[in-house]
Each structure stands twice: as C-alpha cells, then as structure tokens.
C-alpha cells in the first residue's frame, strides 16, 4: 500500500533569523568562544541568511563603490542568542544549516558540534535537551590563510582566478575573481538556519528514484544549421539521410526507441547565388557537427 505524506503535525521549524550579530578577528587570533570572549570584540547587527559584505552594507560601512576590502582575509564570527523551543517527553530537537560559506566552525553554548568546508552543503545535528537560553556561535576561518597551504599544483591554470588553490574548496569563484566580478567574497550563513521539534517520528532516509515513461515523453532534436525549416514529425529510420528533405528541429511524442539521423539534409528552393551559398553554409556545417543530442522533458 502506497501513500502520500503531506503534512506532519507533530514536526514544527523555526527559522533562526533575528537577534544574530557579527564581528572580525585577524586570521587565527582567536581559538575559540573563550579566547572570543576576553578580546572583548565589537558585536554588530547581521542579517541571516546573508554574507558579511551584505550586513556591513546594510549598516553603510561597506558598498561595491568603495575601496575592495578581502573579507577572506580575516575571521568572521556569527553569533545567535536564542530560546528553547517548548517540547515534550519524547520529542527529538534538530539544528540546521542549509549554507555556510566556506571553513565554519559551529559551537552550541561553548561546546563544538559540527565543522563544514563545503558551502553547497546541508547539514542536520540532534541536539541533546536544551536550556531555556542558549548561544549559537559560528566562526568563519580565513580562507586566504588556507590557501597559502602547499597542495599538488592543477594541471590547468585558469587565468581568471587569483588563486589556483582554491580549487580545494567547495567555495564560489564570485568575489574571487578580480575583473570578472566584483570583489566581495561570500563569507557567512548565506542560507537559513533553523532549529526542527519532531515527534512521533522522523525520516532519516529519503531516496528519489526517477522513471521515464517512454509513451509520455517528449524529445527535441537539434542540430546548427541555417533556419530554414519548421516543426515536423520524426522521420521514417528507413529513409535516406542524404536523399530527403528533413527539418532542422524535431518535436514527437514517439518513443525514444526512434533512431535518431545524426545529419540531416536540407534543399532551399532558391536559385542563383543565394542558393549556392546556403547550400556550401549547410555543407560546412554538417562537416563540423557532431551527433545530434537529444533532450528528455
């Protein structure tokens, strides 16, 4: 028996977007909440999900027109002061991070709980019983101190990026890549944060399995040549790919078992020079193309 699960009444999220405030430190200067607390830094108002160049723009210390600043130069911490959800005898508690940009440390009331150096990543973790007031403490490591790590050199040198080290991190080039985009690094939870109670039960596991049906699907075949042609229907596999006018651009609800022409073969009805120059376009063209693909929708 198959159903459809549409709602769960005993799961209720919260997202962790108000109260977080943010500061810097040089590279490496503090090794955590403790050493944080004593340098008695200067919290200022973030906005989550977002980056430190978007909260420091929001605050009018940071604009695109201003002089570049290197935000992966130094330590970023986030910090997020925030009560416990109410729960019951039973009920498990989950704390997620849908993004964080890019080498995170993550701290619950002082004690470590996850490190994350992917950015595209989510991450899930169970928390134990919280107290009615709790800190959520994110530092965010420079990524130029990392970078300065000897690693194999690439076999191939982008000249669009500064640092050919970086291809060790699961970090976007925007913001890395001086004259193609302007210089503001993601650096921050540039995705939600969110804090799950779930009862009676929770699912662990999901998997997708995709299927086609091949009565219902749709192909479009295309191929560079001049546009000459029209929609039409897919054409006969028996037919002579050099002695038929075929059209450029197919749309069937066939079955992909239907052969695919890898070149087809196109006769303008013109004359004079115009026909001869279309006609040696449409040859070079078929020279230089490869086999058709072909695109499931």
């Not at 729960?87 to 080498?103: K, Q, T």
């Not at 500064?162 to 004259?179: C, S």
């Not at 087809?264 to 004359?271: L, M, Q, V, Y």
Request: hydrophobic share 40%; net charge positive.
């Amino acid at each position: 028996m198959r159903g459809t699960i549409r709602r769960v009444e005993g799961h209720h999220c919260e997202l962790l977007d108000s109260q977080w405030e943010f500061c810097s430190s040089p590279a490496d200067a503090l090794p955590g909440p403790a050493a944080l607390e004593q340098s008695h830094a200067s919290w200022m108002p973030a906005r989550v999900p977002g980056t430190v160049a978007s909260s420091l723009r929001e605050l009018g210390q940071w604009s695109l027109a201003a002089a570049p600043r290197r935000f992966d130069a130094e330590d970023w911490w986030f910090r997020c002061r925030f009560a416990a959800p109410a729960s019951l005898p039973g009920d498990s508690l989950v704390l997620g991070f849908d993004g964080l940009a890019c080498l995170a440390e993550v701290w619950l009331n002082g004690k470590p709980l996850i490190t994350s150096d992917n950015m595209f990543a989510a991450c899930e973790i169970r928390l134990p019983d919280l107290p009615a007031h709790n800190e959520l403490l994110v530092r965010f490591r420079s990524l130029d101190r990392e970078l300065k790590t000897k690693r194999p050199r690439p076999r191939w040198r982008a000249p669009m990026i500064e640092n050919q080290q970086i291809r060790w991190f699961r970090a976007t080039l925007l913001g890395r890549t001086p004259g193609w985009s302007p210089q503001a690094a993601a650096v921050g939870p540039w995705r939600d944060v969110w804090i799950e109670n779930r009862r009676h039960f929770e699912i662990s596991d999901l998997r997708i399995r995709p299927a086609l049906d091949a009565a219902a699907a749709r192909w479009i075949c295309r191929r560079p040549s001049p546009r000459l042609a029209t929609n039409s229907s897919v054409p006969d596999s028996s037919s002579n790919a050099t002695g038929n006018s075929r059209p450029a651009i197919f749309r069937s609800t066939e079955p992909l078992t239907t052969p695919v022409p890898a070149c087809e073969s196109i006769r303008p009805r013109c004359g004079g020079r115009i026909r001869t120059a279309i006609l040696r376009c449409m040859t070079r063209a078929s020279r230089s193309s490869t086999r058709t693909r072909r695109v499931v929708t």
